[in-house]
């Protein structure tokens, strides 16, 4: 099912949550709202799935306006963040739920009921525990008996409010990698809001940056983060050295070197350039002095535990961070206090803020 | 909250390591000391010597005493009329906690606070003013006495003396347990398809169930005990209105202190089984809702 | 997220008319049983007039039930204020075995019909009671007097304190206490510069609990005072005696001050709760 969103307005009092959104979200995709928290982005997930009225504005799902329809007829399966199970029920009878609350010419009749319920506890794997009760389970498995639950009722849409901010980094890991596939097999028109940047690029077809209200940009994962729209979508999609330069004659200019830029180089006078702590090459400082267009630092310190390696530098007063792999560290044989010379792959530029 | 809400509980795993876990707070000793000294003094030995005398009194005349016919039918109305008013106080009360904690309107602080008056207006107080209310003569007896019943000095006037008096237990009961209710439980409810009165019969009340059965378990307990309030609207009349708290005042202005004693005896035994039962109650809520 | 107490209608929730509904009967039920009794004690103690009012309350006996009252809840208030504080130090700062049997024991007074705690010291104490023939002898009168009457109040007031400040004092925990132990103090100003602050504005409801139990106790009073006019009367007592001998203006005047004094009661209790929710707060759930 296709969602379209339109000029959607939310205030909380004084503060406004959403200001003016518009989004489609296309059918059968696996859309992230990305952004930190006050953004609106659990505020639009919530008015999607009748949870709360906007202000202004309309939310349509396949062309129809949803503002008469309450949250139980939408037909939306809203997975929270805090799971919000039925303490009293077991995982079977929280499954079960959406089922055995439908009006009596649509309910299923219990033997139904009892075949569908296996057959979502088999999906999500805890047929095992169906006659446990929430407080009894792990916080991964009461997410993926959240999970069954919402899709009990044969949802057209999917809402996931930070469904992984509760749990810890490795179950994270596990339900990210087990829900995209499960999407895959469903194709059902899935939205999830995360503030970790990192899960948003990994699962989602594509992702909706969010901030003080307002969608910020919206775009595939590599879109997003090879050309963020602005310094604050730079900034929040991952680590990044922001150093002081100006813009002179149309060129940008870090310490008088010229740095090369990706996409416009903006107004003349002082201006922030972006890079990525992995697009910082570093390279052995020759005996006689350093070759034109690169710069030199020292290193201050050297994290070498983990697949990549991290470098702080001091180049020439300001903390910069690079990355590099392992084998890459030993060739230069860097060490605390040793020179070598930086340089950029990409870097983006955006004027310095007053 | 602080790691000491959880350590705090009853069994402590503290097997096999004395009676006092190690600490280097001081004062345990005192502190312990005179809190078992004034409990023993005010309550545990003038209790115990109760049971004693009712216990010289013999198996016999003990059982003589207790099933003679006015006596049963004294626990038959306090028991009867104390649960009665628990159940129509868990109706009442319950609808009061809800609005009180669900909703906001003008006056709502005002009748938070008056929910206490039963805990705070003493109990001589309230009997005589209901009895003012509900006598023949009353603002509301006399419109009951055009109908054609008697409230005061029937049953009814003893239930409606131990309404008043319950009515708190079940409101302060199942309040914070309303409060501490997850929105976001409601909110799942309504997204799965269920209607408001299905929210609230399939989730929210098995979730209030337990706090409800305690706070009508307390206002039972206390119905049947309670004295002050019910003996001007009872009207005492023996095999009808008359209640066991006033049987045993009667048998000892009677100087019958084996009779008041067996009486209050058997009635405690009754109250202690109902306080098994509470705590037995609690545990299971505890237990069941263990996040 | 910041929720707004002035929203438009939820998108989940009971309809306005449920709302109205609900609030509607909840109101009546508490007028009818809370407000109704309320405004008889007042309308009867003036039935007849101002005059009368004040000639029952200016009563002699109905002066030296005031009097009485007020010594009974400043002896029995404190007695239970100094045990509630030794057993809540003692249950919510140390581990020791057997405490939720120390726990239940303490609040045995509560389901203890009143009627019950006033007979067991008249068992006890009373002139045929198993201490009795001997107090008559040593000449100490307790059962049909005035330490009968604190005796009984005590029991009957006894888990107030201890009820409000042990879930408090286990909530806050032993940081703060072993924090000033390891900083040098001695356990005397470790509780009184660190546990007191903490505990105080529990302590004050607690008391105040504890203090209007204490003023109007009827049913525990009634069994060990014999009821001696001028002498063992309380007001609760004098009420029922005034009543019963059909001064119905007199008795509801001592009522209404007592009514009074249960409103000062829950106006103070109100406002504590809602000044120092946080301070108070274990106590309440």
Known sequence: MAIEIRNVEKTFGAFTALGGVSLDVRSGELLALLGPSGSGKTTLLRIIAGLDHADAGEVSFDGQDTRDRAARDRQVGFVFQHYALFRHMTVFDNVAFGLRVKRKAERPAEMDIRRRVDQLLTMVQLSHLATRYPSQLSGGQRQRVALARALAIEPKVLLLDEPFGALDAKVRKDLRKWLRHLHDDMNITSIFVTHDQEEALELADRV???????????????????????????????????????????????DGHPVRVDGEVGAEGPA????????????????????????????????????VARVELDLAGRALEAQLSRDRLSDLALEVGSWCTVDFRHARVFPAKA | MTAAASTSGSAAPRRGRGFLAPTILPGFGTAFGFTLFYLCLIVLIPLGHMVLVAAGVGWTKFWAITLAPRVLHAFYISFGCALVAALVNAVFGLIVAWVLVRYRFPGRRIIDAMVDLPFALPTSVAGIALTAIYAPNGWVGAFAKAAGFKIAFTPIGIVIALVFVGLPFIVRTVEPVLQDLDAEVEEAAASLGAT??????????????????????????????????????????????EIVPLLIVARLEQYDYAGATVIATAMLGLSFLMLLGINFLQRWTRSRHAR | MPADPHSRRPAVGEGPLTRVALIGLAILFLAAFLALPLAAVFSQALAKGVGAFMKGLTDPDAL????????????????????????????AKFQFQGKSLLLALIDLPFSVSPVISGLVYVLLFGLHGSLGPWLRDQGVQIIFAVPGVVLATVFVTFPFVARELIPLMQEQGVEDEEAAIVLGASGWQTFRLVTLPNIRWGLLYGVLLCNARAMGEFGAVSVVSGHIRGKTNTMPLHVEILYNEYNFVAAFAVASLLALLALVTLAAKAALEWRFADQIAAAKR
């Open chain 2, 196 to 241: 408001r009165w299905q929210t609230f019969t399939k989730v929210l009340l098995p979730a209030i169930l337990p706090a409800l059965l305690t706070g009508i378990a307390l206002a039972f307990a206390r119905g049947v005990g309670e004295y002050g309030s019910v003996i001007f609207i009872a009207g005492n009349i023996p095999a009808v209105s």
């Open chain 1, 272 to 307: 922030l350039i972006y890079v990525r702590p992995h697009q910082v090459e570093l390279g052995v400082a020759p005996a006689d002095g350093v070759p034109e267009g690169k710069w030199s630092a020292r290193v201050s310190m050297v994290h070498a535990a983990g697949p």
């Open chain 1, 208 to 254: 909706v940056v969010m901030n003080h209200g307002q969608i910020i940009q919206v775009g595939t994962p590599t879109e997003v983060y090879d050309t963020p729209a602005d310094s604050f979508v730079f900034d929040f999609l991952g680590g990044v050295n922001r150093l002081n330069g100006v813009v002179d004659r149309g060129v940008a200019r870090l």
């Open chain 3, 64 to 91: 030296q039930a005031v009097k009485l009252t007020l010594t009974v809840a400043l002896i029995a208030v404190p007695l239970n204020l100094v045990f509630g504080v030794a057993a809540s130090w003692a249950i």
